[in-house]
């Protein structure tokens, strides 16, 4: 088993949870500040690299206007899709040991075609969302802050 063959559970709910921040137009920094958190930090809970308590799962879901267990019902069936392709799906993060020169690799979803199941999930959970719960909560941000508007980076010593 390969490390491009093999995804875990808290990645697919992070991109689950991905997937609707997209699809309503909430940057990750306005998502992240919501619950309290860098946006690095809620970056690491999206990709997987950390693991999300029930208290980001539920904060989350309530700034995209769901309820947590549809955003663990949306994972348990791409990751039913995913095991059923032959691709397991692991509880846990493996701790791998790497190399100096892996050490910007990590476990990836398999590729486009795993990426592509991703968005089909979520913009079909979407639309089924849409049709059987009522318009989007107003006052969602759709607008990014620029960096400059946290003023220039200090160059590094």
């Known amino acids: 088993m390969t490390a ?3 995804t875990f559970y808290a990645q697919i709910v992070g991109q689950v949870i991905r997937g609707r921040r997209d699809l309503q137009r909430i940057g990750q920094a306005a998502l992240a500040t919501s619950l309290g958190l ?3 930090g809620w970056s690491r809970l999206e ?3 950390s693991t999300m308590s029930l ?3 539920r904060g989350a879901a309530k700034r995209l206007g769901l309820e947590p267990w ?3 019902h949306q994972a ?3 990751a039913a899709q995913l095991e059923a392709g032959g691709m397991p799906v692991l509880d846990e993060k493996p701790v791998v040991e790497r190399k100096p020169e892996q050490a910007r690799q990590s476990l990836s979803l398999g590729g486009a075609g795993i990426l592509a199941l991703l968005a089909g999930a979520v913009v079909g959970a979407a639309a089924a969302a849409a049709t059987e719960a009522p318009a989007a909560k107003e006052g969602h941000s759709t607008t990014r802050k620029s960096r400059t508007a946290k003023g220039p980076r200090r160059a590094r010593k």
């Open 70 to 72: 549809t955003i663990l």
């Open 47 to 49: 990709t997987g690299d």
């Open 38 to 40: 860098s946006t690095s």
């Open 76 to 78: 348990d069936a791409i």
């Open 4 to 6: 491009e063959r093999t």
């Open 55 to 57: 208290t980001q799962l």
